[in-house]
């Protein structure tokens, strides 16, 4: 299944970079991921996008520990 996964990210990862240019690689999508993982209530996600740049978020999203998170 894991590769299988792998195959799904790949995949999406050109048709994304196909239809709406550059920006969409295996790695930005992973980052997306992760940060879905996190925060899947949309008001959070919300109210966090209206305040930090992607860049915040993403490194808010590789922290392993809930509590340097929040």
């Not at 930005?28 to 919300?46: G, M, S």
């Amino acid at each position: 299944r894991a590769e299988y996964g792998k195959e799904i990210i790949a995949n999406l990862s050109k048709q994304l970079e196909l239809n709406y240019g550059s920006g969409w690689s295996k790695r930005h999508l992973h980052h997306c991921l992760r940060f879905a993982e996190i925060y899947p209530d949309i008001n959070i996600v919300h109210t966090l996008c209206a305040q930090l740049s992607w860049s915040h978020l993403r490194l808010i999203a590789s922290m392993e520990n809930d509590l340097k998170r929040q």
